[in-house]
């Protein structure tokens, strides 16, 4: 299928690594020398097609504008569902570096000015006469919250099970969640991420890229703001436990997370203050 979106022949003793992840994932590379990134969206028509569309919308959105946001798209097959991307050679995730003391903050405040510029693009010049989707992302949701459709439920692990109902049964969840929605529908509506992930930034010293837009969208910019900070919180409370091994006692475990949670603190805040320059800058 490479040589189809003209990328070349593979090279047969390189071949296709598969990568994890919800879609079809893979690296490769061409005989032409060209290494490349693959992604089949997967999954039903009706789901996949639209995450599609909206990665494209991104592109569309910042081809003239962000180019070096995200890696550009080399090649694409509409009908089967694939995009071919550049690979970016020799790069480290934000999981990676928010780990690291001394280039958490710095490595968050680049990622702030990168969201904060995308969310300073407004919504009605950003595809012309063409928006992006405005459909507000499935999650959170009080519908959820009370009660999951059967095709959800089928689909659902024994362990998914056991966490929705743990929600469901927490009832100031339910409101705070309600409240919180109906605050954002109030906000102006920009072009924002909407699934936004420290291991969906690939930084190299002259580079941040962010990747995985397919939940691209106009929505409220606090889901970007929101999701990077309780990113830097989860890694926070659980980085720094080695695979496997056992804490010493209780006090251990709480001083490791509170030394962690004031780590992800500074990066928080350093996110925060640079996404908002960035995004009023003109102002």
């Known amino acids: 299928?490479?040589?189809?979106?003209?990328?070349?022949?593979?090279?047969?003793?390189?071949?296709?690594?598969?990568?994890?992840?919800?879609?079809?994932?893979?690296?490769?590379?061409?005989?032409?020398?060209?290494?490349?990134?693959?992604?089949?969206?997967?999954?039903?028509?009706?789901?996949?097609?639209?995450?599609?569309?909206?990665?494209?919308?991104?592109?569309?959105?910042?081809?003239?504008r962000m180019a070096e946001i995200s890696p550009r798209i080399l090649a694409r097959d509409e009908a089967s569902l694939l995009l071919a991307f550049e690979f970016v050679e020799d790069a480290t995730t934000g999981a990676d570096l928010i780990a690291e003391t001394a280039d958490g903050a710095d490595f968050a405040a680049r990622a702030g000015r990168a969201i904060g510029s995308l969310h300073a693009l407004g919504a009605g010049e950003a595809l012309g006469n063409l928006l992006p989707d405005d459909v507000p992302p499935a999650l959170p949701s009080a519908q959820l919250l009370r009660g999951l459709p059967l095709s959800l439920f089928r689909n659902c692990s024994a362990g998914e099970l056991k966490a929705w109902r743990l929600m469901q049964e927490d009832a100031l969840l339910a409101e705070t969640v309600d409240r919180l929605l109906a605050q954002s529908e109030k906000v102006p509506r920009v072009p924002a991420h909407c699934d936004l992930r420290l291991d969906q930034f690939l930084v190299t010293p002259d580079r941040l890229c962010v990747i995985d837009w397919e939940e691209f969208r106009l929505a409220d910019a606090a889901r970007d703001v929101g999701s990077f900070a309780g990113e830097c919180v989860y890694h926070a409370i659980t980085g720094w436990a080695e695979p496997g091994s056992e804490p010493d006692s209780d006090e251990d475990v709480m001083?490791?997370?509170?030394?962690?949670?004031?780590?992800?603190?500074?990066?928080?805040?350093?996110?925060?203050?640079?996404?908002?320059?960035?995004?009023?800058?003109?102002?």
């Open 1 to 64: 299928e490479a040589e189809e979106l003209c990328l070349g022949a593979l090279d047969p003793p390189v071949g296709a690594d598969m990568l994890p992840g919800r879609n079809q994932n893979w690296t490769a590379r061409s005989g032409s020398g060209l290494r490349f990134f693959v992604k089949r969206f997967t999954g039903p028509s009706a789901d996949a097609r639209p995450r599609m569309r909206r990665a494209l919308d991104f592109e569309r959105l910042c081809a003239s």
């Open 255 to 283: 001083r490791h997370c509170a030394s962690g949670i004031e780590e992800a603190r500074l990066a928080i805040a350093a996110f925060w203050s640079a996404c908002g320059a960035a995004r009023y800058a003109e102002d």
